[in-house]
């Protein structure tokens, strides 16, 4: 068992104030929120954040911590001594984030497995089972007409000797048609078990796209960048766009600059109301690798007389 | 490995928009007291349809909008107002990161 550095982990020292702890835990605190925090590593440095933050903020066990600690270096390998806790008396007191049973074994062996575990109401014979979440990853083609996916789930559960082993879940679910980014399916009962008489808990899917090659999503609209011919802008021109749905024409007003914005209306996800699918024009140079292309190039250089820089006073 | 197979059709639905529930449903599901929904209520944080506490539906998504309310409250120290503001921001900012992307650009 590694011996955890709880001062380290709140970056104060170790004769800091109670004061002290509380603001670094604070500013940490939002700094590493999950649900906050853009930090990759947020959810588990949160975790030891609490845990360390349990510790140290309660004087009696601060001091439990101190009296054990002073010999050890975080990261080491740590080895409780026979009854080393015995003659501190803990009062409890409310946790202040996560769940007891995400502490360490460090903690554990120091503090014990059940300290505080659970809330009020936790052990009623009604009690629902806890609701589990699960993000999966879908292509936006099966949101827009729906689909049916196999979906494998890692679910961390305890073997008959109380080993936590990953187990594999495999679900058969379908994509409701126009579900986007971010909403949630919800599968009744197939949470955790509840209590007796307590339903099971639910399992909530967050929905994520896989990256499109086409399209960009926005909530419902679609954005498909087009390429398009310098002539097919400058003359206007009909042209064909791929969308979800299959291909539409698409008329290019003459004198299109590049960027312009046009909307396929209700091309975008199938939800009420359908989204749209923005077409972002972009003009395409043909390569002028041949002399017949070159000198076209060089027609136009002298004909048009052309300064794409007036606006910059060049 | 284990692997437990369910492959029998579930019941879906998308949970933002057709889940509803009454007031009592989201105090069960959140383990916390009714007046803690009405005081999320009066900052904002949760919009429920009807006027009076007994006939409040609320949509799917206030679920997740109550427990991340409850857990900045307690985790960060700070009021309900506070959360209010903080999900709000959130909101925004994660708005402007799709659009963003949709955009093209880059963060």
């Known amino acids: 068992m590694e011996f955890k550095d709880y001062y380290k982990i709140m970056g104060v020292a170790r004769d800091a104030t109670q004061d002290e702890i509380k603001r670094a835990y604070r500013k940490l605190a939002r700094k590493y929120h999950p649900d906050v925090s853009k930090e990759p590593d947020a959810e588990a440095r949160f975790k030891e954040l609490g845990e360390a933050n349990e510790v140290l903020k309660d004087t009696e066990k601060r001091a439990a911590y101190d009296q054990l600690g002073a010999n050890y270096q975080g990261g ?7 009854d080393w806790n015995a003659g501190f008396e803990y009062s409890g007191g409310k946790s202040a984030g996560g769940d007891a049973a995400d502490y360490s074994d460090f903690f554990a062996s120091m503090f014990g497995r059940d300290f505080n575990a659970g809330g009020a109401g936790r052990a009623s014979p009604h009690a629902k089972g806890e609701d589990h979440h699960a993000k999966v990853l879908i292509d936006l083609e099966d949101s827009y007409h729906g689909a049916t996916r196999t979906i494998t789930l890692r679910v961390p559960a305890m073997d008959t000797q109380g080993h936590v082993v990953t187990k594999e879940r495999v679900l058969n ?17 197939q949470g955790s078990a509840g ?15 896989r990256p499109h090659p086409l399209y960009r999503v926005d909530g419902r609209d679609l954005y498909l960048d ?17 969308t979800l749905g299959g291909i539409v024409e698409l008329k290019i007003p003459e004198g299109s600059a590049s960027g312009r914005k046009m909307r396929l209306k209700a091309r975008g996800i199938p939800s009420n109301p359908p989204g749209d699918c923005y077409v972002i024009l972009s003009i395409a140079l043909p390569p002028a690798h041949t002399e017949a292309a070159k000198e076209l190039y060089r027609k136009m250089a002298h004909d048009l007389a052309f300064n794409p820089r007036t606006k910059l006073g060049v | 490995m284990n692997t437990e197979n369910n492959l029998s059709q579930l019941t879906i639905c998308i949970h933002e928009e057709q889940t509803q529930l009454t007031l009592a449903d989201l105090c069960r599901a959140c383990s916390i007291h009714a007046d803690e929904i009405i005081a999320l209520v009066e900052v904002g944080v949760l919009e429920p349809q009807g006027r009076e506490p007994e006939q409040w539906v609320f949509i799917g998504d206030s ?8 857990r900045l409250q307690r985790d960060l120290g700070i009021d309900f107002a506070g959360a209010a503001l903080v999900l709000e921001l959130l909101d925004e900012i994660a708005s ?12």
């Open chain 1, 173 to 189: 679910v379908s994509i409701p048609k126009g579900i986007r980014e971010g909403q949630h399916i919800r599968l009744s009962g």
């Open chain 1, 76 to 82: 080491q390998t740590f080895n409780p001594p026979p």
């Open chain 1, 195 to 209: 209590s007796a008489t307590g339903k099971a808990g639910d399992l909530y899917l967050e929905i994520e796209f």
């Open chain 2, 63 to 70: 679920l997740h909008r109550a427990r991340k309310a409850l």
């Open chain 2, 96 to 107: 402007l990161r799709t659009r963003l992307r949709a955009m093209g650009g880059e963060l």
């Open chain 1, 226 to 242: 087009l390429p398009v011919a310098p002539w097919e802008a400058a003359l206007g021109a009909t042209v064909k766009v791929p």
